[in-house]
């Protein structure tokens, strides 16, 4: 880690310089004017570049496995609420930073009252018929809600012995409402916390009804043995009853750079450890995953007992992941153990306790070693050590172009007028044959990113299509299939009438359609979405190979000419490493997959319908009376209505899912994968112009020098000399730069 960081430093250091050569340059008698751009440019980007190379770790596993916990670890402090509520808690972020603050970000009071309006689709009270108007900031909105909720029997509080969702979600608005009025604007806002009020923070993760109003949560924590690159991310648990919060830590998932899966020693491996894990496979980011298994002391008699329950879970995750490599300590002993002196009294004898077990300590202590290595290794390993050595050969170009401009510019010092205008011809005709060269490539480019457009664009459309595309096909088969056992919902009625009961089957119906989109379509379209990435990039490496002798051409003669005019050239080739960094372009230009959330806003207003229908039946029930052919049950009416309800529940959620899929289907297609096509053509050709970097030489601004006093001249002498010597400095820097780069590389590989 402190290779990584110091080596980080050094380059920057080196950019600093670098640019500052500019401004000397700029201070000659003469020059003022002289332009880097291109120079420049590059040595911002690279800044800034530099500042956003994060590495996202995701903690992911169940419910109480440990995961906040384990995070707080990590961090050597106990700075994440330890078992947070389950039904609104949402990922939270955690980096490095100078000081310890908490950055909480708003829902919009439309993005509220639009998950509201969705609780409230067939909605048992005839109030909200229509959700569409319901807005919590009004206190007539907010007053009858509230009256409604407290009229639902307990049928429809509950779904499976579980307080329903939805419930929840109503009931924790309102709640929270007046705690949160002056803070919810019409657009996200953000409360900030510094570091005196920091674990204020922690009343909105606790409380279902004011974390259920937040979007985001970033903690910058101090004095942390993970850097300022590393962000972590608590997820929620995989199983929570709510599958919205799957498909945000799927969101999460998509963009992260290592997996920590959290397995609690007391419950083993269950059941949605197995899901959740072969969901990951879908998705194809199965690759960069640790398992840590959190060891609860007090549950194991005895070490013994203890490897034994490690080894079963060991043995069980390698039947789903056969390379699964898995550590197991206590993050709980060694959290305490951290916080000597802080604990209360109930936590110290706790750990007073724990510290006579002196072999599960030497266990623990080592294991937890072992994933520390283990998980910098892989955090300092090729993607940071490439991102580094990309950065240092862009650096490495611009200091040779300086040093070049350098040299040349004595050259044109001891010249006179005639003889500084022919050398300054020569580099003039040099200069317009490479931007000859930039535009050939930046149009040869253009169109075959064009081409690749127009063909992403029909893959992209079949992948989608209810026809040909066979994810969607399944998911419609899944609703149209969906059955339903209407006598266990038939004792609900007397308490909740039919209306209430509706309710009931819709909210079950929808949370397996839920399930079922953040379990299947969301990996599916998460794999298709890779496949299209990787086309990309090697199409657009394909499509830049043939450039790569004619540059080296190129330069190769402004080499010869530099050198038959008395100048050493000493630079490198910098040749021809046309891969694609597509992680590194969507972080810099801000293009993120459109979130698996946003596919379960799909509704189906059909509640007026089916009690019509049920007043049909009734009709009908007592129009067979009267000629004596009744129903065949009492219930048989009842059933009748339910399933032609359903039946419309079933073609409405079709209709709504198809159009939240095309809708997703134009996002991923214009916001993300076309985008990003266009980003990574814009990289490629800004990467094959900057090879020509130290070849463009713009020296127009130094005939103003020709023909000055005397003492200019000496001054501009004295200031390129030191320019030179500093240039030659820099070269030696970013050589041990690159040698540390090389043993970084070699360490993290044995």
Known sequence: MKTYETLKTELLNINGILTGLFETARSIPGLKNQSFDQWEDTCTGITKDTT????HVAVVGTIKSGKSTFVNTLLTGDYLKRGAGVVTSIVTRVVGGEHKQAHLFFKSWDEVNHDIQQALILFPDDRFSSTDNFDIRRQKDREELERAISSLSADQLFTKDMRNVNSVLLSSY???????HDIVASDSTELHFDPDHFPDHREFVSSDALSVYLSDIRLEVADTKLGDHIEIADCQGSDSPNPLHLAMIQDYLYRTNLIVYVVSSRTGVRQADIRFLSMIKKMA????????????FSEHDSLGDLENGIEKI??????LIPGAVLFSFSGLYHLFDEQQGQLSAKDQARLDQWQQESDFITYSSAERQRFFDTFYQKINRERFALLLKNHLERLSMVGDGIDQWIQLSKVMLDQDADGAGKITEKIELHRLRINQMKSVIQNTLEGAIDKLKRDLKPEIDRFFDARSGEMVRQLIDFIRSYSINYNDYLDGIESSGFGGTLYVIYQDFKQAVDIYMAENLTPEIVRFV?????????SIVTITKPFDNMIREVISEHRFALENIGLNINGSEYGGNTELDLERIKTIVGIVIPPAKAMMRYSAHVKTDAVIRLGVYKLIGAVKKVIRKPFSSENEETVMAFKGAVKRIKQETERSVLAQLKDHRENIKFQYVLKLADAASREINERLCERFQASVLQMAEFKNLIGEKQSDRQKANDILKDMGQTAGEIGDRIDAVREGLSQLVQETME
């Not at 060991?314 to 039947?319: A, D, T, V, Y």
């Open 52 to 55: 956003s190379d994060d590495i």
């Open 285 to 296: 980011i199965i690759d960069n995953i640790l398992f840590v298994v959190n060891c609860d």
């Open 314 to 319: 060991h043995e069980e995750l390698k039947l």
């Open 174 to 180: 309102l709640n929270g409402y007046d705690r949160v």
């Open 530 to 538: 890779k496949r299209l990435e990787k086309k990309l990039a090697d």
